[in-house]
Each structure stands twice: as C-alpha cells, then as structure tokens.
C-alpha cells in the first residue's frame, strides 16, 4: 500500500453517546476508491486529541500519503465547514461547544502557533455552490481531537508544502435527528456526495 499514489482520508468514531459519526462512515465508503489517479486509504481514529495526533502520525508514516483529508462532526453547524486555520492547543476536556480553558496544551510542543489548510479552498467552495450544497470556510476547528489531528497533519507535513491538507467539518446526520430535534442536520447522501466532489477536486492539486 505505501508504494501506492495514497489519498489518506480520516473520520472519527462515534463520541458523547452517538452510535454513529457520519465523519467515518463517509471516509470508509470511499476507501479502496481510486480518485484522480489516488487509492483512498481510510483511517478510523478514536476521539481524543492525544490518540488523534498519535493515529494519524502512524499513517503519515505507513502510508506515506500524496494527500490527507481529515473529516469529523461539529453538532449544531448547519453546514458542511471547509476549516481554514488550526492552532496549535489541544484540551481533552474541550466542551461541546469547541471552547477551552486552562487545561489546554499543545498539540505538538514547541511547534508554531498554527497551521493554515492546503487545500484549495476557493475551487472547493464554487463546487459545492455548484452543486447547492450548504458550506463555509470556517476560522476554528476548535481545541478538541478535530483540531489536534488537522494541526499535526499540517505540521507532520510542513516539508512537503504543494501536498493538499486539510480538514472538513460535517453536520449532524438526519439519522441523529431524535437526540438533537432542536439541531440542523444533514442527510448522508448529501455529505457524501459533497466529500466526494471535494476529494476529486484536491486529487486534481497533486
């Protein structure tokens, strides 16, 4: 696999009680799938900012990847986010709502403040207007496991500038609808589809 023209796609397992995390159900439809001349190799990760940066550094390694496209779930957004920026903060006991407090460290010690995405955001955003599918470019990833494993994907690949790498936030699913009622979501179709036009377009970057 390693010698393989890697597309490395990540979702996250389900967390806070969800029996499912749309993040990772998504990446493992699209593993074994050639995209632009890339094999899609899809990685689970357990939540938790350490675990993150741990996981995600044992693939970089293994697989030695052309491109990385982080996905996970931001509850209560409305919108598939295209994140623009990560920092360099990591609090396991980062709330629901992405804050963080005094127990918040960082993600890799002695590494800059942050890390902007490589990805091609301005393309990614005309597409999924294209195609009428609710987006943004978001300025915070947060200070959890999501934002951990973006940072250390962009930090673990600094060297490599022209490689795309980035991180997409989704939506609850509709299927999570009866624990979240008051929350918007989004159908699966929809944020497959959306994941999938915007890996054929990062594809295209490499």
């Not at 389900?14 to 094999?39: Q, T, V, Y």
Request: charged content about 20%; aromatic content about 6%; proline content about 7%.
């Amino acid at each position: 696999m390693a010698s393989s023209r890697i597309f490395l796609v990540t979702g996250f397992a389900p967390f806070r009680g969800e029996r499912i995390n749309p993040s990772w159900e998504i990446a493992l439809r699209l593993d074994g799938d050639e995209i632009g001349g890339l094999k899609v190799k899809s990685v689970k990760v357990p939540v938790g900012c350490a675990v993150a940066v741990r996981r995600i550094n044992a693939a970089i390694v293994r697989y030695r990847p052309r491109a990385i496209l982080g996905l996970g779930q931001a509850g209560g957004r409305p919108a598939i986010s295209i994140e623009k920026v990560a920092i360099n903060l990591a609090d396991e006991k980062a709330g629901a709502d992405g804050s963080f407090g005094a127990s918040a460290k960082p993600v890799i010690a002695g590494a800059p403040e942050a890390c902007f995405a490589r990805l091609p955001i301005p393309a990614l955003m005309r597409e999924l207007r294209r195609r009428e599918i609710p987006a943004h470019v978001s300025l915070s990833a947060g200070a959890y496991a999501c934002n951990a494993l973006m940072y250390a994907s962009l930090h673990l690949t600094r060297r490599r500038q022209n490689m795309p790498v980035g991180f997409i936030h989704l939506p609850y699913d509709t299927r999570q609808s009866a624990r979240h009622p008051a929350a918007p979501s989004m159908a699966f179709d929809v944020m497959e589809t959306a994941i999938r036009a915007i890996s054929a377009i990062i594809a295209r970057a490499v």
